[in-house]
């Protein structure tokens, strides 16, 4: 099956950090990936599309010079959270396309304290 | 905007009895349905999933939905539940012909089986 990681697992950082988290399809390539951020208790809300080689698309507000995307290759995806506040702590969720299926990855809980 | 509704919010069941999730969406267009599945501490996993044909889909682990377009709903089933499918379960749609779009998400329905 097609498998997709992201790391770190979760991170807690201090308020105006940076904080980087990957996503890796490991046994596929991926031109597009999405990220979802799920609240506690509430389903998952599409953030931004990332394609490859291109800029990646933001939905209604949310903030792309906060939520950094980059692409870099078909088989990571990169969202950084930029100058992050305890607002922004969440689960962000990550997920790949294989064969017009999504695969999504374990997640990464982000805590700003 | 396209949404999708999950009437149930936690759905609690003894070992082997039936289980009917509901799943409602509204978009008029073509679309996608999925059903994932999100085991405690881990990550969403894919259900079934229907695009086209048998509106009848037949999914991992003995579920099944059923996509009725007139009601505009996929509602899962399965006929036996078993404690070890104590999770929380997620409609999800996607708009179009194919499944290359985002998926938008019911708000899911944690399921408890007891024994």
């Known amino acids: 099956g097609a498998v997709v990681s992201q790391h770190p697992s979760w991170v807690i950082c201090k308020s105006g950090t940076s904080v980087k988290i990957e996503c890796r399809s490991l046994?596929?390539?991926?031109?597009?990936m999405f990220w979802y951020r799920q609240f506690p208790k509430q389903s998952l809300m599409l953030m931004a599309t990332s394609n490859e080689g291109s800029k990646a698309t933001y939905e209604q507000g949310v903030e792309k010079d906060k939520f950094l995307i980059n692409h870099a290759s078909l088989t990571l995806s990169t969202l950084t959270v930029t100058s992050a506040h305890p607002e922004d702590s969440s689960f962000y969720i990550c997920s790949a396309i294989r064969r017009e299926t999504q695969y999504f990855g374990p997640g990464t809980r982000l805590l700003v304290l | 905007a396209q949404s999708v509704s999950q009437h149930n919010h936690h759905v609690i069941l003894s070992e082997a009895a039936s289980l009917e999730l509901g799943c409602n969406y509204s978009?008029?267009?073509?679309?996608?349905l999925f059903w994932y599945v999100q085991y405690p501490g881990q990550h969403l996993q894919l259900l079934l999933k229907?695009?086209?044909?048998?509106?009848l889909v037949k999914g991992i682990k003995g579920f099944e939905a059923e996509f009725i377009k007139s009601k505009f709903s996929f509602n899962l089933r399965k006929p036996s539940v078993q404690w070890s499918d104590t999770a929380e379960y997620f409609c999800?749609?996607?708009?179009?012909?194919?499944?290359?779009?985002?998926?938008?998400f019911g708000k899911g329905t944690r399921l408890s089986v007891i024994a």
């Open positions: 229907y695009f086209s044909g048998d509106p």
């Open positions: 978009y008029g267009g073509t679309v996608n």
């Open positions: 046994d596929f390539q991926a031109t597009t």
């Open positions: 999800a749609v996607s708009p179009g012909n194919s499944g290359n779009t985002p998926l938008v």
